[in-house]
């Protein structure tokens, strides 16, 4: 697998370093197990850890736990957790996981590894003109609606195949995959089958896109049955979240749950 509470000012670094470890060490048992279950080599899942309304030195933390990969669906909170670790020796790779605005392509696209959410033509040509100004190639995921609510992100499946060309040809992006959120109220196992299948359509004109997000705390095995590469994992590597303590950044209202 790669893998990539109290906040308190007089917790215990030692101690939160501990209960990280133990998570850490349980996600990853989980990952394992889920990856046996369906013949899946483990160290082709990557695990990001969402680090939303988490400080800054608990993505060290991870890091120093081997924790390479991490994640935030706020730019603003992203950007200074990018900042505030950027002197680590071996560096993060930094995925931005949430709804994205165009006024905020151009600060994504300075730290960004791999933007998952991208749902629109006009947010393409934001990141366009921002990875090209930063001299930079940034990778996306297509966000797919699967099942066409527009209150919460992603491209309906008919309209999949022109966005994924207009993501395809623009310049300074590298179209790498597709990422969906199960519909409330609907199976996660039934809506990942839905989006590898999604997935293989695009890879049909698309091969290089064979990344798939997939996967939360609660219902990262039957992503993992289901293909994914990439595991948005937050609840259950830090914990449950308080919305009311700041991060890096005041914190914003889930966008959607990790």
Known sequence: MT???DRSPGSQPDARQAELAANLRAVTARVEAAAADCARDPRDITVVAVTKTWPASDVRLL???GVRHAGENQDREAAAKAADCADLAEPLH????????RNKAASVARYADLVHSVDRPTLVAALSRAALAAGRTLPCLIQISLDADPRRGGVPTGELPLLAEALASAPGLELAGVMAVPPLGR???ASFERLRELSERLRADHPQATAISA????DLEAAVAAGATHLRVGSALLGGRDYSVPASAPAPVPEMSA
């Open 3 to 5: 893998t990539t509470a």
């Open 63 to 65: 890091h120093g736990l």
């Open 94 to 101: 930094w995925h931005f996981v949430g709804t994205l605005q």
């Open 187 to 189: 199976s996660a196992r």
């Open 215 to 218: 996967g939360m705390s609660g």
